[in-house]
């Protein structure tokens, strides 16, 4: 079979990390229009450069998305030869598989690579300055695909939920049914992210072939404590008090931008359509899911 010709003709897309929550929205969406392989670590492991070099090869995919990433924050603290071997490591792995092939990639990254004390939310052209292991090994992973290819795309998103993984969504819902009052910080903002939603955008921006980096969010902002009360409201679980407290008197290892709010500026200047208000989405998800 022809490289970029899958079923009926359609572009072929690969998708690393497939089992996880990004990846399963992925594989839901973008199947409608693509010939869709899905890969996860039983695969290929992707710190295993012939490894996955032999997966891609043989699959020769036109796009790899790359959602595969050791995400557990406070973990990447205690282990982080692990963090850059899966984050940066894993990255560089793929782009080189990419670049055997002349595949174009998609590397999903955060908005950990910002230090989180700009007073305003933060372009793709503002400096990065990750404060902790998982934002600096997510960091070293777009620059490798820098380094290595010229048609890629760095889609940078925060706080994702979504079905198929551990979310805070589910994690409040869940405390809610079982405790009267929930402590959530209330000095982190950010921009909670729908995987369904993030994964229509991916592939309006994909069909369009503008490369470069992109942040993708859903619209607005809010603490995790603004974040929890508005689950709570839409979940209509009654008699939970919502208690706001400070980072610091979670004593977590890994520390978190106090301010790590994406303004989605590519989206603007290519004229692409920004994402609905996140707490739509949520409330969608919770109506969903409930």
Not at 5 to 21: E, H, N, P, S, W
Not at 138 to 151: D, H, N, P, V
Request: a positive charge; proline letters at 3%.
């Amino acid at each position: 079979m022809a490289k970029g010709k899958g079923q009926r003709g359609k572009k072929k897309v690969l998708i690393t990390g497939a089992d996880g929550m990004l990846g399963k929205a992925l594989v839901e969406q973008l199947s409608k229009k693509y010939s869709i392989k899905a890969i996860s670590r039983k695969d290929a492991d992707i710190t295993d450069l012939n490894a996955i070099i032999k997966v891609i090869v043989k699959t020769k995919p036109d796009i790899i998305i790359h959602t595969a990433a050791y995400t557990k924050v406070d973990d990447c603290e205690g282990n982080s030869p692990l963090a850059y071997k899966v984050n940066a490591i894993g990255a560089r792995n793929v782009a080189v598989a990419c670049h055997k092939i002349d595949a174009s990639l998609v590397y999903v990254s955060t908005d950990y690579v910002f230090d989180g004390t700009k007073n305003s939310t933060y372009t793709e052209f503002d400096a990065t300055g990750p404060i902790s292991v998982y934002g600096k090994s997510k960091l070293a992973g777009e620059i490798f695909i820098q380094q290595i290819l010229s048609r890629f795309y760095i889609i940078r998103t925060s706080w994702l939920y979504g079905a198929g993984g551990a979310n805070f969504v589910d994690t409040i819902i869940n405390k809610a049914k079982t405790e009267k009052e929930l402590k959530v910080v209330d000095d982190q903002r950010g921009s909670p992210t729908y995987t369904k939603d993030l994964a229509d955008k991916i592939g309006e921006i994909i069909d369009k072939e503008r490369y470069g980096t992109y942040h993708v969010t859903n619209n607005g902002s809010c603490s995790w404590f603004e974040f929890a009360k508005k689950i709570i409201e839409y979940s209509s679980i009654k008699g939970v008090d919502v208690v706001p407290i400070k980072s610091n008197a979670l004593n977590r290892p890994a520390k978190r931008p106090a301010n790590s709010v994406l303004q989605n500026f590519m989206l603007e200047l290519e004229g692409i359509p920004l994402l609905r208000s996140w707490e739509e989405a949520v409330r969608e998800y919770i109506e969903k899911t409930g």
